[in-house]
Antibody, heavy 122, light 107 residues
Framework: QVQLQESGPGLVKPSQTLSLTCNVS??????????WSWIRQPAGKGLEWIGR???????NYNPSLKSRVTISLDTSKSQFSLKLTSVTAADTAVYYC??????????????WGQGTLVTVSS | DIQMTQSPSSLYASVGDRVTITCQAS??????LNWYQQKPGKAPKLLIY???ILERGVPSRFSGSGSGTDFSVTISSLQPEDFATYYC?????????FGQGTKLEIK
């Protein structure tokens, strides 16, 4: 049973870099037809896909955030990470890591972390 | 980006009611549409994928339908545990996008 767990600072100052890590357990992060993703949700609002990374290291980002986002994979630690630079209050949200299952027929987010609240404030 | 518009944004209903939530895409997305259920303080949970296939463990009172730009999820007889927020999500094109959510509340 796969488990994902986010970790990182809950408070980030404006203009600084938000850094989060997602620890993956229960499966090999390098196997299977999976993309490892980040999604965020401002309080009381909907879900925004931030980006994803495949086991090969190839990544895709939401164009709205692309200039500020980097997602990386550390296979030795079974983790993947999110860096978001030059943050503002608009980046305050609950950040989720999630697994995107991809097959020839079906694709979906099948596993999620519990989410971590990141507040951008001085 | 493909915009996903859900209606209604909120819905009041009673246990036993039949309810339908709709989701409209700004362009055709074939059948590349999933539904998620989210309860307060929790991560979303996959409910339905590929428009109409129930995730394992999801009760048969849930059903999904649609194609192209118009989709819906129906709960045939609401149970207390169904009161939550529901999101549709398209995966026809990157970036993946979600509807704004439909909050299902007890009347």
């Amino acid at each position: 049973q796969v488990q994902l767990q986010e970790s990182g600072p809950g408070l980030v100052k404006p203009s600084q870099t938000l850094s989060l890590t997602c620890n993956v357990s229960g499966v090999s992060i390098t196997s299977g037809s999976w993309y490892w993703s980040w999604i965020r949700q401002p309080a009381g609002k909907g879900l925004e896909w931030i980006g994803r990374i495949y086991t090969s290291g190839i990544s895709n980002y939401n164009p709205s955030l692309k200039s500020r986002v980097t997602i990386s994979l550390d296979t030795s630690k079974s983790q993947f990470s999110l860096k978001l630079t030059s943050v503002t209050a608009a980046d305050t949200a609950v950040y989720y890591c999630a697994r995107w299952y991809s097959s020839s027929w079906y694709r979906y987010f099948d596993s999620w972390g519990q989410g971590t609240l990141v507040t951008v404030s001085s | 980006d493909i915009q996903m518009t859900q209606s209604p944004s909120s819905l009041y209903a009673s246990v036993g009611d039949r309810v339908t939530i709709t989701c409209q895409a700004s362009q055709g997305i074939s059948n590349y549409l999933n539904w998620y259920q989210q309860k307060p303080g929790k991560a979303p949970k996959l409910l339905i994928y590929d428009v109409s296939i129930l995730e394992r463990g999801v009760p048969s009172r849930f059903s999904g339908s649609g194609s192209g730009t118009d989709f819906s999820v129906t709960i045939s007889s609401l149970q207390p545990e169904d009161f939550a927020t529901y999101y549709c999500q398209q995966y026809d094109n990157l970036p993946y996008t979600f509807g704004q959510g439909t909050k299902l509340e007890i009347k």
